[in-house]
């Protein structure tokens, strides 16, 4: 997406993403704020337009502050939806006319719309530009996204029965003999605005098909959906740079093997990673602050970040308040920070975070609420690992 709009595009018309984000969502409650490898579903949506070439502008229809505040620091214009057009009822056509209405009165002229659904995780950048291309060369008009399927599809009849829709059901050819059709995915719709004011609706004239990865069509409507992207979440996100300003910690089962030997009083040792601790001081070289939040109240914790010469706070009931409050103190925004965990009890701070992180062998609930999954485990370089990938996205600021 450019990052200014110029006379050229202006004087073209501009070609603009628009993603409808209601706050309320009666299957999955608060849906559009979902985190799905650990990125809330309005941000993937923004980020995927962001990235298609094609894209002058982002907005987001919203009627709600939280959507509103992330989506802007995605990088998405906010226009605020009226009450009437923002229940259960209205349809998503409403939301992009008033969208395109208001651009137009602040002197923006459009040219096509990307119209994008956020209940899709996964979608293709570049098969957004792709559509853009079919639609500004003229030879569509509008087009959506949808995938090839060879599947046998039915349907009941008024007493029940089975009743066969695209095949016939007393002939069954193989796969390389039939033909194929394509399920709409739901994820986008590229088409032009005058067509799209005309007709009021998202098909019209010629309209054409866009193919996109089957693995890339989840579609999330209910808990189910949420779980399948969830799982999918690590195969299809492309690694990325951990550009942040802070890294927060836990402690056991982090910067430990989650193991501890007891002696007869009753004292506690522990196992660390000696390459943590190299991490560690690189990081405090680099002048990004580090935090080391735990619930133990073992002076253990206390003495290990004493020894790595970073700030600790322990025995905390409230990882989430804890980290919150830290944030405020030292100025730094918690999209901004990374919160390495390893189970369910580092769960309220990875949600409030820009980068939550899980070593390998976290808990499965972790390692799903995880925006990055690492490659080694606590107590086993995990923290190094972390460390390294923070100052390499912080040497190409």
Same mark, same amino acid.
């Given at each position: ?134 639609? +500004?060369?003229? *030879?569509? #008009? ?5 995938? @090839? $399927?060879?599947? !046998?599809?039915?349907? =009941?009849? &008024? ?12 002939? +069954?050819?193989? *796969?390389? #003999? ?5 399920? @709409? $995915?739901?994820? !986008?719709?590229?088409? =032009?605005? &005058? ?203």
């Amino acid at each position: 997406m450019s990052e200014l709009i110029d006379d050229d595009q202006r004087a073209r018309g501009l070609t603009v993403a628009v993603i409808p984000a209601r706050g309320g969502s009666k299957g999955v409650p608060r849906k559009n704020l979902r985190r799905i490898g650990g990125v809330p579903l309005i941000q993937r949506a923004v980020r995927a337009a962001a990235a298609a070439e094609h894209v002058d502008l982002v907005v987001v229809s919203t009627d709600d502050d939280e959507i509103a505040e992330l989506s802007v620091a995605a990088g998405a214009r906010a226009i605020r939806r009226p009450d009437e057009i923002s229940g259960d009822t209205a349809s998503s056509e409403s939301a992009v006319l008033h969208a395109l209405d208001a651009l137009e009165s602040a002197g923006e002229t459009v040219e096509i719309v990307v119209f994008i659904q956020a209940t899709s995780p996964f979608i293709p950048s570049d098969r957004i530009d792709a559509a853009v291309d079919e639609v +500004r060369s003229g *030879r569509y #008009d509008s087009m959506f996204s949808a995938h @090839e $399927t060879y599947g !046998f599809l039915w349907r =009941r009849d &008024d007493d029940q029965a089975a009743a066969a829709i695209n095949h016939d059901a007393a002939r +069954r050819p193989r *796969r390389q #003999d039939r033909e194929p059709h394509y399920l @709409e $995915t739901g994820a !986008f719709y590229v088409f =032009r605005a &005058d067509g799209f004011r005309r007709g009021g609706h998202r098909f019209f004239g010629r309209v054409g098909i866009v193919e996109v990865p089957e693995l890339s069509a989840v579609e999330i409507d209910d808990e189910q959906h949420a779980a399948v992207a969830s799982a999918l979440a690590p195969l299809m996100d492309q690694p990325e740079s951990i550009d942040v300003k802070a890294v927060v910690t836990d402690f056991d089962g982090v910067h430990t093997d989650d193991t501890a030997l007891v002696d007869a009083e009753g004292r506690e040792q522990v196992r660390v990673s000696r390459e943590d601790g190299m991490g560690v001081a690189r990081l405090r070289r680099a002048g990004i602050p580090m935090l080391i939040l735990s619930t133990e109240v073992n002076q253990v914790v206390r003495a290990r970040a004493d020894k790595l010469r970073v700030a600790v706070r322990h025995g905390i009931d409230d990882k989430e308040e804890a980290l919150s409050a830290w944030a405020v103190e030292n100025g730094i925004a918690l999209a901004d920070i990374a919160y390495l965990g390893n189970d369910v009890n580092d769960l309220p701070a990875m949600r409030i975070v820009g980068w939550p992180v899980a070593v390998a062998n976290a808990h499965p609930e972790v390692r799903a609420a995880a925006r990055v999954v690492l490659d080694k485990s606590g107590g086993q370089g995990a923290v190094r690992e972390l460390i390294e990938r923070v100052l390499t996205a912080d040497r190409h600021r």
